[in-house]
């Protein structure tokens, strides 16, 4: 059975996808998920066990630069430890600026290097590790920021949901027709234009329809 490796930080939209991609990969493989911080927070304790590492930003505070990049080459051989330590044959990275470390550990250790893209935005450091990594699975065809030379490493699917959704029964809920419901999804950077935008929106949308929450 191969070991498999999720590394995952930062904002709710890199783990919880991670989360979903564990859920999928855990009856077919022995998966092992790493996290920071910051990411730890979007992780459900009790369904999912995890490995804690922080990985200091580099350009956060520009004033502690030098011993961030002594604590990030730290967190490279770490990684390497890590990798070793638990046979780990992929890694799995759904982004953001912890999982470089283990992406170039793997590279180095010559393992496989998966990259998982789940906004329409390339993050910085799957960006990176692409040059690397074996494919990128992504869901939006036409990524913003993806390096044309590296199309032929894209493999597009449709999104991903959480396990338990796909077990549901359909249509086991009574719609009441004459109530609208929306849902409003965002990530981090799509911030500014909920901020500058939705309350109007939804204003406007209100003055015409009937809604609920």
Not at 51 to 78: G, M, R, T
Not at 81 to 107: D, E, Q
Request: hydrophobic fraction near 40%.
């Amino acid at each position: 059975m191969k070991n498999i490796l999720i590394v995952t930080g930062g904002s709710g939209g890199h783990v919880v996808p991670s989360t979903s991609l564990f859920e999928h990969l855990k009856n077919k493989f022995s998966v092992k998920m790493v996290s920071d911080l910051r990411g730890s927070k979007y992780i459900n304790t009790e369904k999912f066990k995890y490995e804690l590492i922080d990985v200091p930003n580099l350009f956060l505070k520009p004033y502690l630069l030098p011993i961030n990049i002594f604590k990030y080459f730290l967190n490279i051989f770490q990684s390497i430890r890590f990798l070793k330590n638990n046979k780990t044959n992929i890694v799995i990275s759904t982004g953001g600026y912890m999982t470089f470390p283990f992406c170039l550990a793997a590279f180095m250790l010559q393992k496989k290097v998966f990259l998982f893209e789940p906004n329409s935005v390339l993050g910085r450091s799957n960006r990176f590790a692409l040059k690397f990594s074996t494919k990128i699975i992504c869901y939006d065809e036409d990524l913003i920021n993806f390096p044309i030379k590296y199309n032929s490493k894209k493999v597009i699917v449709k999104p991903i949901l959480k396990k338990e959704i796909y077990n549901l029964e359909k249509n086991i809920i009574n719609f009441k027709k004459e109530i609208k419901k929306i849902l409003i999804i965002g990530g981090s950077q799509g911030a500014s234009f909920f901020d500058e935008n939705i309350t109007e929106l939804i204003i406007e949308i209100s003055k015409k329809l009937n809604m609920t929450n």
